[in-house]
């Protein structure tokens, strides 16, 4: 049974913009945090941004000021707006999400390539 499944990643120039989703079967009143962690070949998976469900946000200092988190709770679905984008950014983008029951869940990945 699919938790969480990414969409939105692709190809861009530098100085583009995109926005990945991630949806979850959850309510999003039964997640406490949910992240996006991005991985490139050879480096460890690293924290991009968090929301809570209190809505309370945070961000690598890398990323902060041009990427922005958000969510819907209509539609069980979390943003990230992802903005400047630097050839850097190029990765393996990853949807994650902790449950209040403790449960943890990772979505598919999803591609993005930032050209210089």
């Known amino acids: 049974q699919v938790q969480l499944v990414e969409s939105g990643g692709g190809l861009v120039q530098a100085g583009g913009s995109l926005r990945l989703s991630c949806t979850t079967s959850?309510?999003?009143?039964?997640?406490?945090?949910m992240t996006w962690y991005r991985q490139t070949p050879g480096k460890q998976r690293e924290l991009v941004a968090s929301?809570?469900?209190?809505?309370?946000?945070d961000y690598q200092d890398s990323v902060r000021g041009r990427f922005a988190i958000s969510r819907d709770n209509a539609k069980n679905t979390v943003y990230l707006q992802m903005n400047s984008l630097k050839p850097e950014d190029t990765a393996v983008y990853y949807c994650?999400?902790?449950?209040?029951?403790?449960?943890?869940?990772w979505g598919q990945g999803t591609q993005v390539t930032v050209s210089s």
């Open positions: 994650n999400m902790w449950t209040i029951f403790g449960t943890q869940y």
């Open positions: 929301i809570t469900r209190a809505g309370s946000t």
């Open positions: 959850w309510s999003m009143f039964s997640i406490n945090l």
